[in-house]
């Protein structure tokens, strides 16, 4: 999902099984949904699970639906992005999911079906 100038980053958001909001940044949307949804992984088939990569927030939660993406960020725009949106109320987060800075819908439909939709 990176754009032609080199810009990569995403921001997104995911509103989980107790209707709560998480808010990250990634470089490929996919990967991030898989370790977020913490899908375990062999180890050299030696039969130890590897550790989970996503993060703490989804220690019991559950990941339902990709809800919110802004494409078009470097890493340094993506991380300001992020945590600006993490400083929002609630209400401002919802509102912000119904704008048009909410790409969601560019996404491929490869990618959604992967994603479940």
């Known amino acids: 999902m990176s754009n032609q100038n080199g810009n990569g980053w995403l921001v997104y958001m995911i509103r989980c099984d107790d209707d709560s909001l998480y808010t990250g940044i990634t470089t490929d949307i996919a990967r991030r949904w898989q370790e977020h949804g913490g899908n375990d992984q062999q180890l050299g088939g030696r039969g130890k699970v590897a550790k989970k990569s996503g993060a703490k927030f989804f220690r ?3 990941p ?11 890493r340094g725009s993506a991380m300001r992005r992020e945590a600006a949106i993490k400083r929002l109320p609630r209400a401002a987060k919802l509102i912000l999911l119904k704008t048009i800075f909410n790409e969601l819908h560019t996404l491929d439909r490869a990618l959604l079906s992967m994603l479940g939709y």
């Open 64 to 74: 339902l639906q990709l809800a919110y993406i802004e494409c078009g960020h470097d």
């Open 60 to 62: 019991g939660r559950k």
